[in-house]
């Protein structure tokens, strides 16, 4: 079976604060693909990334970072120098090889303050 | 391109009555997704279409609810006989089925806004 755990249900920082979002996995597959998405009170979920299962660098974006550690089955995912629009829900996800069924972690609800 | 288009934002009916959402996939984007979300969750895969065939469905999608995608574009979600517990957000994705000419793989899905169902 497979399945997205993101234990941290709600995170407060202060702005420019670094925060880091947990994400474990389970799978049985030997390839599959990661994701992040951002969902803003708008409520449109908004992709972030997405790792390949055999690709395990690293990636920066801006002030976004991925640490991808198949040993552990975690993908998690730090912003720094945090800022008020980061405000968001943050959903992991798993999809599997086929490229259709996207399992979705619970989320992290990130409040940013001023 | 356009994003991926849901209507209605917000519908609001009686149980026991049907609904209709309609979602308007990206252009060209040959796979489409209905989900689920309901308050604190993440969503829920219901179902996936390739052009107009539909693939996969999930258990959760009972037999009250149903999907078409006629003409391999637009796709409409109904239920019928509505009951509380439907009361959810509904989001479509969709996504290309190859490489685009950005180099965006087909896996990558794309939502829209979603429709907020309540069922009083």
């Known amino acids: 079976a497979q399945k997205v755990t993101q234990a941290q249900t709600e995170i407060s920082v202060v702005e420019k604060e670094d925060v880091t979002l947990d994400c474990v996995y389970e799978?049985?597959?030997?390839?599959?693909?990661l994701f992040w998405y951002k969902q803003p009170p708008s409520g449109e979920l908004v992709f972030l990334i997405r790792?390949?299962?055999?690709?395990?660098q690293n990636e920066i974006s801006g002030r976004y970072s991925w640490n991808f550690q198949k040993s552990t089955s975690s993908f998690n995912f730090t912003i720094t120098a945090s800022q008020v629009v980061d405000s968001a829900v943050y959903f992991c996800a798993l999809q599997n090889t086929g490229g259709f069924k996207t399992i979705f972690g619970a989320g992290t609800r990130l409040f940013v303050k001023a | 391109d356009t994003g991926v288009s849901q209507n209605p934002r917000h519908k609001i009916t009686k149980r026991g009555q049907n609904v209709t959402f309609r979602c308007d996939p990206i252009s060209e984007h040959n796979r489409l997704y209905w989900y689920r979300q309901t308050l604190g969750q993440g969503p829920e895969f219901l179902t996936y279409f390739q052009n107009e065939a539909q693939l996969e469905k999930s258990r959760l999608l009972s037999d009250r609810f149903s999907a078409e995608r006629p003409k391999g574009s637009f796709s409409t979600l109904e239920i019928q006989r509505t009951e509380q517990g439907d009361s959810a957000m509904y989001l479509c994705?969709?996504?290309?089925?190859?490489?685009?000419?950005?180099?965006?793989?087909?896996?990558?899905?794309?939502f829209g806004a979603g429709t907020r169902l309540s069922v009083l």
């Open positions: 994705a969709s996504s290309p089925d190859r490489v685009n000419r950005v180099g965006l793989a087909k896996n990558i899905q794309y």
């Open positions: 790792r390949n299962s055999f690709d395990e």
């Open positions: 799978t049985r597959d030997t390839t599959y693909y």
